[in-house]
């Protein structure tokens, strides 16, 4: 097989990149290492800035997402019985959606065949090969038999587990890593959400998230040690646990109802540099990782398919050979201040197990200055909704 670009990957970075390029006439395959309904159970991020939704619009693949979405114009802060409301639509111009990115892959995903997207799907054993000539190739094992895809380019949307990153050179690489002492307990159940917008809750006995999917559906959260094992964790014991950590007031709007999903996840701020590298680029997880906090993970992927598509469009449609140059460099700027802001309210929002009573008084001091300052507001709301591509 040949073509223009290879993608690994068919998360929503990856089938995002494969229709941006599809609709600029680009030649693309996608492979993906695991089956369509295995990457459509992946419970995922739900909160969407304004380029993943104009990426959506771009492609004409947002009905769904205008006619399900939740549209939010700010989000709140809190610290014991404090409720901090950043006003983010009136503060930025700009609003965020409420649509959850299983949603995002299922309307790309669905979009793949009549776009003419070839998606494969449990493709193993995927490999990559000569990356710094100008034929690079993937070997991979599909339907039984070896096949080997010959492209100008590969794009790595495979995540932080996937080849793509491991084929960059040693040599050349630079990885930054922040693994925090704590991971997020989540839980989703079929009830409605406890406030019409979400709520980082900072209390004494930890962190607590109250977010939402749908007017039907809610996504809650609690930090807890590492050490935790989820089967220690009954559905009434996260309820009871969120009633504290969110306080009274959001409290006595949460309805109680049995989880349909659980699992502890793991935070981390990683950054792998550069971003490209010959005739890989690398998008998504595949290059970075944030905490949740903040909720960049899927946005950070969907500016980096921006890029990724600008740049190998030029390339193909110009002869642009500098935009592929200038690619990493382009997108590292913005995936350092996600990262900054992301880092910078989870050390607000959390206790940590190394911190003390000065710590803790700067938090205090923090949030006072947030409640009564429209700069500082201002600067949260911006980073909330997304920093300009």
Known sequence: ???????????????????????????????ERQTGDYVL????????????????????????????GLVEEGFNLADG??????????????????????????????????????VLYGASDVAVHAIESDTPYLTFTHDGREQRLDARFIVGCDGFHGPSRKAIPAS???????????????????????NHELIYANHER???????????????????????????????????ELAIRLGPDAAAQMTRGPSIEKSIAPLRSYVFE???????????????????????GLNLAASDVHYAAQALSGFFKHNDADAIAGYS????????????????????????????????????????????SRAAQTSIAENYVGLPV
């Not at 630079?174 to 959400?193: H, K, M, N, S, T």
């Open 41 to 68: 159970g992946r419970i995922r991020a739900g909160v969407l800035e304004a380029i993943t939704v104009n990426l959506m619009e771009r492609l004409g693949l947002d009905a769904r997402l205008k006619a399900e």
């Open 329 to 372: 460099a382009k997108a590292l700027a913005r995936v350092w201040k996600s990262e900054r802001f992301s880092w910078s309210l989870t050390k607000l929002m959390h206790r940590f197990p190394e911190d003390g009573p000065f710590e803790r008084a700067m938090q205090v001091a923090e949030l006072d200055y947030i409640s009564t």
């Open 206 to 240: 930890g962190f607590a998230l109250a977010s939402m999917r749908s007017h039907t559906r809610s996504r809650y959260y609690v930090d807890v040690p590492l050490t935790e094992k989820i089967e220690d964790w009954s559905d009434a014991r996260i309820w009871d």
């Open 172 to 194: 050349v690489a630079r990885e930054y890593e922040r693994v925090y002492p704590f991971g997020w307990l989540g839980i989703l159940a079929d009830v409605p959400p406890c």
């Open 81 to 118: 019985e404090r409720l901090i409301r950043i006003d983010v639509a009136n503060l930025t111009g700009q609003t965020v959606t409420v649509y959850g990115q299983t949603e995002v892959t299922r309307d790309l995903m669905d979009a793949a065949p009549e776009r003419g997207l070839p």
């Open 274 to 296: 550069p971003m490209r590298h010959g005739s890989l680029l690398l998008c998504g997880d595949a290059a970075h990782i944030v905490p949740p906090t903040g909720a960049k």
């Open 1 to 31: 097989m040949k073509t223009q670009v290879a993608i690994i990957g068919a998360g929503p970075a990856g089938l995002l990149l494969g229709h941006l390029l599809r609709a600029e006439g680009i030649e693309c395959v996608v492979v």
